[in-house]
């Protein structure tokens, strides 16, 4: 069985501050994608990033980071200068090889919210 | 953005009723979900298809039915609604999600209510 654990409900910021969302995942299986996805106000559901098992280098996309540690299975998602535009529900997922065809495991996901 | 139409948007219907939603894709992708979303619970998955006419259970499947006759079309049937269904469902797409490496790309979602 695998989960995913995203222990913060909400988080409340001023704008321009960093926040750190975190994950923290379970699974028995050597090989396995987590992946970060953000649900704005407006309700869809976006794709941000994937990783896989093996590769532990951390990721820079504009203000988004993201520190994947195998040693403390945790995934963490990392704003920084924040904007109100982000604002949102963030949800941490997992899948694993050959597991991937019955869909993510989803975290409860961390509602963000960044205040002007 | 990932062609996939969902219908109805919104629908209220009354408990007992027959209810079926449906997920329209474009992109000729293999596999399909439904996923419900609850607050507390985040996403849980419903039901899938790996391809035409194949499908199966997710985590929360009681009380639904699928089916699948084109590639494009996923159907999800709620046979006699409760109020434990009022929930917002969203259909997903993967291209090849047995490698695990493709993610899942989500329609805008239905809101049910069941009343």
């Known amino acids: 069985a695998q989960k995913v654990t995203q222990a913060q409900t909400e988080i409340s910021v001023v704008e321009k501050e960093d926040v750190t969302l975190d994950c923290v995942y379970e699974?028995?299986?050597?090989?396995?994608?987590l992946f970060w996805y953000k649900q704005p106000p407006s309700g869809e559901l976006v794709f941000l990033i994937r990783?896989?098992?093996?590769?532990?280098q951390n990721e820079i996309s504009g203000r988004y980071s993201w520190n994947f540690q195998k040693s403390t299975s945790s995934f963490n998602f990392t704003i920084t200068a924040s904007q109100v535009v982000d604002s949102a529900v963030y949800f941490c997922?997992?899948?694993?090889?050959?597991?991937?065809?019955?869909?993510?495991?989803f975290g409860k996901g961390t509602h963000l919210i960044i205040q002007p | 953005d990932a062609g996939i139409t969902q219908s109805p948007r919104h629908k209220v219907t009354e408990t007992g009723t027959p209810v079926t939603l449906r997920c329209h894709q474009t992109e000729n992708h293999r596999y399909m979900y439904w996923y419900r979303q609850d607050p507390g619970h985040g996403l849980r998955l419903i039901h899938y298809s790996y391809g035409v006419k194949d499908t199966d259970k997710g985590e929360v499947s009681d009380g639904y039915s699928v089916s699948r006759s084109k590639t494009e079309d996923f159907l999800l049937t709620l046979e006699s609604a409760t109020s434990s269904q009022t929930s917002v469902y969203f259909c997903?797409?993967?291209?090849?999600?047995?490698?695990?490496?493709?993610?899942?790309?989500f329609g805008n979602g239905t809101r049910l209510t069941v009343t």
């Open positions: 699974t028995r299986d050597t090989t396995y994608y």
């Open positions: 997922a997992l899948t694993t090889l050959g597991g991937g065809a019955d869909g993510l495991t």
């Open positions: 997903a797409i993967s291209e090849s999600p047995d490698r695990g490496n493709s993610p899942l790309h």
């Open positions: 990783r896989n098992s093996f590769d532990e």
